[in-house]
């Protein structure tokens, strides 16, 4: 087989998990459906609330900017970030895998000269601080939403022993070079571990330096505190729209679903996983399923539409055009990591 099929191969191979993993979600959700009940709750969306989750999304992209500036110290001005994490997003809309975060990496990598896999590493604490408001948010409202008093006390013990990772966390990131020195003094036998996994370890490590001090650490959740907030908000004024008495817990039970359900592989922009996970929330809290799909699928325009938006202003800014970002994502998905160590 020549390069170029083998390349090609390659390339459908990537992407077919992720396709068909979509096709599932939206065959699931229009089985689902009610047609003429879609239509009529469509129709019924208030332009007021357009705007107001277009706001919101704004919102979101700024606090989450920030909160990824204090990851990095403050090495990098709050322009930067918020462009580069609107950059990535708009990069998920085109790619399936997360190729996003690989282009932030390598955007805010070359911008700010920290080096794409310092970046990338940085990248990586910001999505376990995500797992850990995803996954604490859903056990603390499952147990409201499934009405057994047994699960309350595993929902509660599970959640602390997610807080107990995160103060493990915090703790190697306090002592990474004696972690580090650790792992070298041992004396694998093996050239996979020397050579692929230990390599991998440092970079992660070199992430955590950016959490050696506590106040950074903090900060940091703070901000992501408040980015999570303004989710929860987002999500709670939608289910409001069809369970007027509905309270502000539902939003964060939406949010955190919606959360691990986007993170499974899927087609670019997670089309139909991303419907799927709201309007799955929506019915287990007893909202109307056909009406649940319509504000999804409102809020999905709305985060595309924000994210394409500043991403094209940022690569504008950056002096970038499309054909050569799409170029540059879709070459470092083919390349390994020794292509971006010659880049830092």
């Known amino acids: 087989m020549s390069e170029p099929s083998q390349r090609k191969r390659g390339k459908v191979l990537r992407w077919l998990p992720g396709v068909v993993i979509s096709a599932i979600a939206i065959y699931a959700v229009v089985r689902f459906t009610h047609g003429q009940d879609f239509g009529t709750a469509l129709r019924a969306v208030k332009p007021w609330f357009i705007v107001f989750q277009v706001v919101l999304s704004i919102l979101t992209l700024l606090t989450r900017a920030q909160a990824w500036r204090t990851i990095l110290g403050r090495r990098v001005d709050l322009k930067t970030c918020f462009f580069g994490i609107s950059e990535g997003y708009f990069l998920n809309n085109l790619f399936p895998l997360r190729a996003g975060e690989i282009g932030r990496a390598l955007f805010v990598g070359r911008s700010s000269g920290l080096g794409t896999l310092h970046i990338l590493s940085t990248i990586l604490i910001e999505r376990a601080f995500d797992i850990f408001f995803a996954a604490s948010i859903l056990l603390l409202t499952l147990s409201k939403v499934v009405e057994a008093e047994w699960i309350k006390p595993v929902a509660f013990t599970a959640f602390f022993l997610v807080i107990a990772g995160l103060v493990f966390l915090l703790i190697i990131s ?92 899927a087609a670019p922009a997670s089309v139909g996983v991303y419907e799927a996970s709201v309007m799955g929330a929506f019915a287990v809290l007893g909202a109307s399923g056909s009406s649940g799909l319509a504000y999804a699928i409102i809020l999905h325009l709305v985060q595309i539409v924000v994210t394409t938006t500043f991403g094209l202003w940022g690569m504008i800014r950056d002096g970038r055009s499309l054909s050569s970002l799409l170029a540059s994502v879709g070459e470092k998905q083919r390349i390994d990591y020794n292509k971006i160590n010659e880049e830092l």
């Open 174 to 265: 306090m002592n990474r070079e004696k972690f580090q020195a650790w792992l070298q003094a041992r004396n694998f036998h093996s050239g996979f571990i020397n050579n692929r996994i230990l390599p991998q370890i440092n970079k992660i490590m070199d992430g955590l330096s950016a959490l050696v001090h506590p106040g950074q650490f903090f900060l940091s959740l703070f901000w992501l505190g408040v980015n999570w907030g303004l989710w929860v908000v987002m999500y709670y004024v939608s289910v409001a729209q069809l369970v007027p008495d509905a309270p502000l817990w539902w939003g964060g039970f939406i949010g955190s679903v919606l959360a691990l359900g986007v993170a499974i592989p």
